[in-house]
């Protein structure tokens, strides 16, 4: 397999458990399931971006490059694993979020004290994070310089032979168990990474089906078919790619403020000490509690992190109870 000659940074602590959890919530949707334990990759606040990083980093060190420009908003997770990473390795990190500076991200927070410069673009449209990304590193090379240039969350065939891996891991824990796996889905890099993982092992009894977060279906559909047969060359799969799909899980949009997602996420805390952040797994989660049994077989979630984001969350809701509560005694 040409997977195991790519070039690798080992970050994180693999493989990660799958739990079975009798009971995730309370609801009948999230009863009896494994969950693959994403949140626990070790590395910094852990999360599934990790498993991205050990390639995307190995690479841009053997290009010799001397600073990574990575597209990633206030509260991208995968931006501020990197700039973490790349400070350790020596590497420079400029990090484009969309939009106006501004305060109470923990990711961005942390990409800043990890030594990363910040620039915003002062447009609400995310993919304005890719063009001035492309633009930046198009002036760096004119000065000389080495820049690489990661996409929103890391969304290569590169950065995807991490969750390849991640597949060969999974097979391996399943012992032969046939499962549906549902996983979040924001850029499609994971999701991508995986399908082309299980066309090189014994996988065939496993499905899966992603849910965007963010993107309409047939667009990300469209991207993780792209990028699944673009990795699965890279890591020389030459089986036929598994049974996989996407579906809607966006809500009013992409990041928070779903109320029923926010509603499950308080439910899975309480009920299972489960962490579910507002932007990827409380939305992911509340998909699957709503559509469980349209699932064939045993289910099997993904949870991929986003502790800072539900960190922010906590933190900001707490602030607007206080709020009122001040309010209603002054």
């Not at 990363?116 to 993919?127: L, N, Y």
């Not at 198009?138 to 969350?153: C, D, F, K, L």
């Not at 607007?320 to 309010?327: F, K």
Request: glycine content about 14%; overall charge neutral; proline content about 6%.
């Amino acid at each position: 397999m040409a997977l195991a000659s790519l070039p690798r940074i080992p970050l994180g602590i693999f493989p990660t458990p799958v739990h079975h959890v009798a009971d995730l919530a309370g609801t009948p949707g999230l009863r009896d399931v494994l969950v693959k334990r994403d949140d626990l990759t070790g590395f910094a606040w852990g999360g599934n971006k990790v498993r991205t990083l050990e390639y995307v980093l190995a690479d841009a060190l053997s290009l010799r490059s001397d600073t990574i420009v990575v597209a990633g908003g206030p509260t991208s997770n995968f931006a501020a694993l990197l700039a973490v990473a790349a400070a350790g390795q020596g590497i420079d990190v400029v990090q484009v979020c969309y939009g106006d500076p501004r305060a109470g991200a923990a990711a961005l927070a942390l990409s800043r004290s990890a030594g990363a410069q910040v620039e915003f673009t002062g447009s609400a449209d995310r993919r304005s994070m890719d063009l001035r990304a492309g633009e930046l590193a198009g002036r760096m090379r004119a000065e000389g310089r080495r820049p690489y240039v990661v996409p929103r969350g890391g969304a290569t065939p590169i950065g995807a032979c991490g969750f390849a891996v991640a597949a060969t891991e999974l097979v391996a824990q399943l012992a032969g168990r046939s499962v549906t796996v549902v996983i979040p889905v924001g850029s499609g890099g994971s999701i991508a990474g995986l399908v082309a993982g299980l066309a090189s092992v014994d996988g065939d009894g496993v499905e899966v089906v992603g849910v965007s977060v963010s993107r309409p279906v047939a667009e990300i559909e469209a991207q993780v078919a792209k990028r699944a047969t673009e990795c699965a060359r890279l890591v020389g799969a030459g089986g036929p790619l598994p049974r996989w799909r996407v579906v809607d899980g966006r809500g009013p949009g992409y990041g928070g403020g779903w109320p029923e997602a926010d509603r499950l996420a308080g439910a899975l805390l309480q009920h299972s000490g489960f962490v579910a952040d507002p932007v990827y797994n409380a939305k992911a989660l509340l998909w699957l509690n709503d559509h469980r049994g349209e699932l064939p077989g045993p289910v099997l979630y993904w949870s991929t992190g986003g502790a800072l984001a539900a960190a922010d969350e906590l933190t900001t809701t707490a602030a607007a109870i206080a709020a009122v509560g001040e309010e209603a005694t002054s």
